[in-house]
């Protein structure tokens, strides 16, 4: 990640780096989110294209800003960013194997939730606060792993086949974004890598046995990444 910051600066963004991990580790709207819902909230935004072709959400209006933030002192204007990526690059798939302890699992009532899902506490990558002037910059590639919080690993090729992804797969998301930040303005910059997400109910049989429904699941696939900027005139 590329940062420019002066030697004060960096020494302010260090303070307020550990006023916002207690801001989320407080905050009341810590949830699933999507990012496609959450511009849905408003139609009072004008949009125009990034660098890296991406659209930017621009919202100014008091009303859009109250819903989409959560700070007490809400800020004068929010930008909202997401990047899909054009196709995650699958690296690797774990390869250990469990004892099949059951005859057969199966998936049923499988919903597909589509792109843009993100946890506000779990997916966020980077969260800064900077004040002007200054210039954030990021730029990195980072990997993750498409998911499910199921523990039973003789079922997960089941479950891969069912969701549409392979789950322990690794695949690579772009992080980009540069940000002047003017003299007399502030930037609270949030990050977060969004998927696409499955849930699903599992079932299991075994030797000789009726099925037997286990729980219901959710299925992660890394796909995209959401960026969050809100600015004050200070």
């Given at each position: ?53 991406s659209v930017v959400y621009t919202i100014t209006d008091p ?171 200070r």
């Amino acid at each position: 990640m590329k940062k420019v910051f002066t030697s004060i600066m960096a020494a302010i963004m260090l303070l307020t780096m550990l006023s916002s991990t207690a801001f989320a580790a407080t905050s009341d709207t810590v949830t699933n989110m999507n990012v496609f819902d959450i511009l849905e909230q408003t139609s009072s935004y004008t949009t125009s294209q990034a660098a890296n072709g991406s659209v930017v959400y621009t919202i100014t209006d008091p009303d859009a800003i109250r819903k989409l933030s959560d700070e007490k002192d809400l800020p004068d204007m929010i930008e909202l960013t997401y990047i899909p990526a054009d196709e995650a690059v699958a690296i690797s798939k774990d390869s250990e194997v469990s004892p099949q302890l059951f005859e057969s699992y199966e998936i049923r009532n499988k919903k597909d939730h589509g792109d843009g899902w993100y946890n506000s506490t779990a997916h966020q990558v980077y969260e800064f606060y900077i004040d002007g002037p200054d210039t954030f910059q990021l730029d990195e590639t980072k990997t993750y792993k498409a998911s499910v919080n199921c523990s039973i690993k003789g079922a997960i090729d089941v479950i891969s086949a069912g969701v549409g992804f392979e789950i322990g797969e690794e695949h690579q998301l772009h992080f980009q974004s540069t940000t002047p930040v003017a003299a007399g303005k502030r930037l609270h910059v949030e990050v977060f890598r969004t998927h696409h997400k499955v849930t699903f109910d599992l079932y299991e049989k075994p030797a000789g046995g009726n099925w037997k429904y286990v729980n219901n699941y959710e299925a992660l696939k890394p796909n995209g990444t959401f960026i969050k900027k809100e600015f004050w005139n200070r």
